[in-house]
């Protein structure tokens, strides 16, 4: 009962490009993450299916996602990886998990390896042995749990505890579309992220509010930092806040 | 060559499609998954078919009505044949002890349900109700009865029972499983206990040593047995966490094909922590050629995956002979004292 290794996740991965459009570097071939299957629109959880493509890239970059769990980690990273809500159809998240991306950053090949974690205090203990190799930490709230809001100040103590003193930080508070059931408002999301300074914006795993955006800053970032080109300026912050989209209206 | 044709001429044949004679959702009640190779799957059947059967006459004739049974060494050979489902929940219940528990207890469980609930524990569990099993239809909201249901009240009852414990993400999956083969709450509740209590060391306590320890355990053990592969992981810098975590966290629920699991199990509730050991090794070894060709840290990530899928472990029956002969000897004196270094060697280096 082998299932078929149909290459279903290449269908949404950015197709392999022939070489590096930079010319710099040769580009090394990498494998993509496991399959997602997507049908009818619904996307399932890589429980099938293995694929495997050979992706070219420039440069590449770790990203850890992080937050309480139930925040939305693994719906935003499928959102974000193969542009599609997984509804009620995920399975928690038990250990530790990567998928990759390759982004074109004004014309570099970056490619962001982004590891999903759990959120349970306890596998904290398991996980953050991985936060000292992650040059990018995008750490997640619910806007509509408090709970996961009041633990960020705790999430960051364990950041600046184990993670790299320059790692890229970003605050992000998920669910932003479910008006409903908000109990965070945004004002104190901003406030909380100035306090710490880091950048912030809300995000929808379901409506995809801002999480191309939240993924492609991180990349401009990293990208900015190990070229240091003197000709080109990158304030990440800036960068944000010009991007950034409000919830259900054309703020800009 | 010639099972082959065998597959093709039944997929000719007039009865249509494998599709079209396999059901869409499993005898446990798993949907099965848009690329699911329904051939081979009916292939496979056809001979594990004849082999349940065969070993269906034989449980039949040992148990002879009996709802007691004596551990002993002609039924050890029998449950690593594999135990008929519809005894699963008999002698799973018998060999852990968890029988024994349940007549000791009556009504344990129940006043464990009645007592008043930790709100922080219940938010917990909650989180995780809809994330359990959402590809299995007796877990859906609409079902009758809903195993969701079910599942909270176990996980509830527990977290009480055992509070130094409580609820630790995984579990989930081992009570819904529970709740699937033996569809009992108050028997998966005393298989839980058995399992968490007794069989495994602490995997799920919030410090979780007994799971950083059998991963380095298990790091040891591929050391001597298949120290290419150990290489491997040390040249390209990878934790066995990253890799075996959910192996032992779900106790290889969701990790290996479903028959598998329970085959597993049937083991693992019979012999001990042992098994879960024997299993990874056969993975690891079997595969050996395929791990070393890993070229990074991702490229190792990726072998792990793959070693869990395909015909090596779908084939059941031949796989759990495997981890019997392929891995070679394994004791419990040496896993003991594995245990006690690597365990000395993380408390070491934790403080």
Redesign the interface.
């Known amino acids: ?4 290794k ?1 290459a ?1 996740g290449k269908a949404v991965t950015n197709s392999p490009s022939a070489g590096s459009p930079t010319g710099k570097g040769a580009g090394k071939a ?2 993509s ?2 399959g997602i ?1 997507q ?1 009818n629109g619904v996307v ?1 959880p890589s ?4 694929s ?1 493509s050979s992706e070219f890239y420039d440069i590449a970059f770790k990203v850890m996602l992080v937050g309480d ?2 925040v939305g980690k693994t719906c935003l990273l499928v959102r974000f990886k193969d542009g599609a809500f997984l509804a ?9 998990d ?1 998928r ?1 991306k390759v982004l074109n950053i004004d014309g570099v090949k970056v490619k962001l ?1 982004i590891w999903d974690t ?1 959120g ?4 904290r ?2 996980t953050h ?2 936060y000292r190799d992650a040059h990018a930490l995008l750490l997640l709230y619910d806007v509509t749990n408090k ?1 996961s809001f009041d633990n960020i100040q705790a999430w960051l103590t364990e950041i600046h505890e184990y993670a790299q003193q320059d790692v890229v930080l970003m605050l992000l508070g998920n669910k932003a579309d479910a008006t409903h059931d908000r109990v965070v408002k945004r004002e104190d999301g901003e406030r909380l992220a100035k306090e710490f300074g880091v950048p912030f914006m809300e995000t929808s795993a379901r409506s995809g509010l801002n999480v191309e955006l939240a993924f492609t800053a991180v990349a401009k970032e990293l990208k900015h930092r190990s070229i240091k080109d003197p000709t080109e300026k990158f304030k990440l912050q800036e960068y944000v806040n010009k991007e950034m989209k409000g919830v259900g209206c054309c703020r800009s | 060559m010639e099972k082959k044709n065998k597959a093709t001429d039944r997929t000719r044949s007039a009865y249509g499609t494998a599709k079209d004679r396999v059901d869409s959702v499993d005898p446990y009640g798993f949907e099965r998954s848009a690329d699911f190779d329904y051939e081979s799957y009916e292939e496979l059947m056809s001979e594990y078919l004849v082999v349940l059967t065969r070993r269906a006459i034989k449980w039949s004739k040992l148990l002879k009505g009996k709802s007691k049974v004596q551990k002993n060494v002609k039924l050890k050979r029998y449950v690593r044949k594999g135990i008929p489902n519809e005894h699963r929940a008999l002698i799973w219940m018998a060999a852990s002890g968890a029988q024994d528990q349940l007549e000791k207890n009556p009504g344990h469980y129940q006043s464990l349900l009645g007592a008043r609930h930790d709100p922080k524990l219940v938010e917990t569990i909650n989180t995780d109700l809809n994330r359990t099993f959402p590809d299995n239809v007796q877990f859906r909201k609409t079902s009758n009865p809903c195993l969701q249901k079910a599942l909270y009240n176990v996980l509830l009852a527990y977290g009480h029972h055992n509070p130094a414990v409580g609820y630790c993400q995984g579990m989930n999956f081992i009570a819904g499983f529970l709740l699937i083969i033996t569809k009992d709450e108050e028997k998966s509740f005393w298989l839980m206990d058995a399992l968490l209590g007794r069989i495994l060391p602490d995997y799920y306590s919030p410090a979780m040593l007994g799971l950083k320890t059998d991963q380095e355990v298990l790091g040891e053990l591929v050391k001597v047995k298949t120290p290419q592969v150990w290489q491997v992981m040390v040249d390209q810098n990878v934790m066995w966490t990253l890799v075996v975590s959910r192996w032992f966290i779900c106790l290889y629920i969701d990790v290996l094909p479903v028959e598998t699991v329970l085959r597993i199990w049937d083991c693992l509730f019979y012999e001990g922590s042992k098994i879960l050991f024997r299993v990874a090794l056969t993975l690891i070894h079997h595969n050996q050629a395929l791990i070393q060709q890993a070229q990074s840290l991702p490229d190792v990530c990726q072998s792990f995956k793959q070693i869990t899928h395909g015909p090596f472990v779908d084939e059941c029956h031949t796989f759990m002979q495997k981890i019997f002969t392929e891995p070679g000897s394994l004791s419990m004196a040496t896993l003991t004292k594995l245990r006690a270094t690597c365990q000395a060697r993380i408390i070491a280096e934790e403080s």
């Not at chain 1, 009962?1 to 078929?4: E, F, T």
């Not at chain 1, 009620?88 to 530790?96: D, E």
């Not at chain 1, 349970?120 to 596998?123: C, D, K, N």
């Open positions: 009962m082998s299932r078929k149909a279903k990498a494998r993450s496991p299957v049908m399932h429980r099938p299916s293995i495997s769990s139930s009620g159809s995920f399975i928690s998240t038990v250990g530790i990567f990759n390896q759990a349970q205090e306890r596998f203990s398991v042995a991985y709970t």
